[in-house]
T-cell receptor, first 113, second 114 residues
Framework: DQQVKQNSPSLSVQEGRISILNCDYTNSMFDYFLWYKKYPAEGPTFLISISSIKDKNEDGRFTVFLNKSAKHLSLHIVPSQPGDSAVYFCAATSTGTASKLTFGTGTRLQVTL | NAGVTQTPKFQVLKTGQSMTLQCAQDMNHEYMSWYRQDPGMGLRLIHYSVGAGITDQGEVPNGYNVSRSTTEDFPLRLLSAAPSQTSVYFC?????????????FGPGTRLTVL
């Protein structure tokens, strides 16, 4: 049973436009969410996170929104740049579970010129 | 700081062979973990450790052993490799095992079992 779902395997966006990546979760115990970015042949790198006590967290061009009632979060990238082309993973965990991350299957973002 | 390092980068094994994937971190992190990434599956937790001498199973532990004798090192052992263990393996570390925190990942080991 996939507890964290990223239903869009891929997304193509023009440079300068907004990229919106979505993530849904089913486990009500999850209270901390992270987004990781992964380039080919490299390990994932942390992008941004959000605690369940917030509904929005912003870091430069990246904003994560959390809708707890819908068990849904989204990552907004504005403006999108060609260097943002990568696979984005949503991950979730629960406080007190030793930071065990449950990952989604990833969304491949391509930013075109 | 080198961060999280993994060796080897690539490995080909025959079914039944054993090997150890090495992972080291120089950030004095308490928490370390191993994930595998398979196509269409995302990353799945194999084993994790909250400190030297303490390990526990993750989501997919069968066929793998770990130990944590030092803070820096967290090797992953495949006792008898199977084709189902063909995957990319990532080691990660973070500064706190109790509270959620950012995990730092190594570059990965691509393993093929024939």
């Amino acid at each position: 049973d996939q507890q964290v779902k990223q239903n869009s395997p891929s997304l193509s966006v023009q440079e300068g436009r907004i990229s919106i990546l979505n993530c849904d979760y089913t486990n009500s115990m999850f209270d901390y969410f992270l987004w990781y970015k992964k380039y080919p042949a490299e390990g994932p790198t942390f992008l941004i996170s959000i605690s369940s006590i917030k509904d929005k967290n912003e870091d430069g061009r990246f904003t994560v929104f959390l809708n707890k009632s819908a068990k849904h979060l989204s990552l907004h990238i504005v403006p999108s740049q060609p260097g943002d082309s990568a696979v984005y993973f949503c991950a979730a965990t629960s406080t007190g579970t030793a930071s065990k991350l449950t990952f989604g299957t990833g969304t491949r973002l391509q930013v075109t010129l | 700081n080198a961060g999280v390092t993994q060796t080897p980068k690539f490995q080909v094994l025959k079914t039944g062979q054993s090997m150890t994937l090495q992972c080291a971190q120089d950030m004095n992190h308490e928490y370390m973990s191993w994930y595998r990434q398979d196509p269409g599956m995302g990353l799945r937790l194999i084993h994790y450790s909250v400190g030297a001498g303490i390990t526990d199973q993750g989501e997919v532990p069968n066929g793998y052993n770990v130990s944590r004798s030092t803070t820096e090192d967290f090797p992953l052992r495949l006792l008898s490799a199977a084709p189902s263990q063909t995957s990319v393996y990532f080691c990660a570390s973070s500064s706190s095992g109790g509270q959620p925190s950012e995990q730092f990942f190594g570059p990965g080991t691509r393993l093929t079992v024939l």
